[in-house]
């Protein structure tokens, strides 16, 4: 028999992912004392829902780590998987050997520019990706051995990027190992390309991915900083003022807030006059990111407070502005003002579907307001899971 209690076994994982109570509890919507009470018995373990958000928050393998049973499968509500899923997938894992690809570097730079197009602007942007991914893929992936030159490095560079839609697409969705896979991909043709610029795009997008797994704070900025002394930060100020958002982000993640407005604020002044078509990297970008920070950062009335100031509408991206609506969610629920969060989830669904139903906080917090939000939000809630297809 296992005589290691939950609240030991919490203990022991919080302290290997070397997180802070406060940190721990801000991840999933509580505090640094109701961790603390779980820690040492003071309250029962938590129900379902929020057991398998601490485990996602711990970066655990499975729930077995933290109820001591026998080993489970993650619930299917944690991850969403979508109907081209598998198509996608072998898309990305077979090899294309043919040669009959129109040896055409304008067109392939034509057709990626096409798909992030539907990405920022398409309400389903992942089944409106879907339909291109698994051609440009094939293509993309044999035209820089049919090219020379420049020709080749312009064929890298338009790969990388249906690698990074691939990403995204690919996000929060039952398959990390592919998620990691397209991520690498990525930044080995930007390697090749030997562009800095794509390059900077990449590790914008490693860094999406390190942090996601839970992988140590100073791989994914040493990585940033390597990747912006390659660049001008005048000419390519887009790419430079992403690589610091990126290492603001990371700082926050861990709770270390100096660092992270001072890297904060080199991409808010990079940022200024800037508008990048793909990465969508510009001011109203850089500040929508400071709700999540200072969600980050224990600092959820502070987060609701900026958000009230922010026109999320003005950003260029329905995935961006249903993504910043639903970190502000984050910021009300950590608040517990829940009927706030719910209505925020709800137009978030409404700008986006896709990118609230595969976002782990949003399926999170409405299983776990329906079953225990109060009468206020349960019918709201309930009606919510229904639509993100998570069972309350």
Sequence with gaps: MNEETFGSRLKRLRTRAGMTRPQLGGLVGRSGEWVKALETGRILPPRLPMMVRLAEALRADDLAELTGDERLAMPSYSNAAHE????????????????????????????????????????????????????????????????????RRRALVALAQVYHLTQLYLSFQPVPNLVMLAADRAMTAAQDADDPRAMAAAAWYVNHVHRDAGEAEEVRVQLAHDTARLLDPERDRAEYGLLYLAIALSHAKVGREGDAWRAWDVAEQAARGVEHPWLKFGPGMVHAYQVTMLADLQKSGEAVRRADALDFAALGSMTRRAFHTIETARAFYAQREYVAAVALLRRANEIAPETTRYNLFARFAVTELANSGGATVRDDAERLATALGVTA
């Design 84 to 151: 081209q899923l598998p198509a996608i997938s072998r898309a990305l894992l077979n090899y294309p050997l043919t040669d009959d690809v129109e040896p055409d570097v304008d067109g392939i730079v034509r057709r990626v520019e096409q798909a992030w197009e539907l990405w920022h602007g398409s309400r389903r942007h992942r089944t409106a990706v879907a339909v291109a991914l698994p051609s440009l893929l094939r293509d993309a992936r044999v035209l820089p051995r049919l090219v020379e030159g420049n020709d």
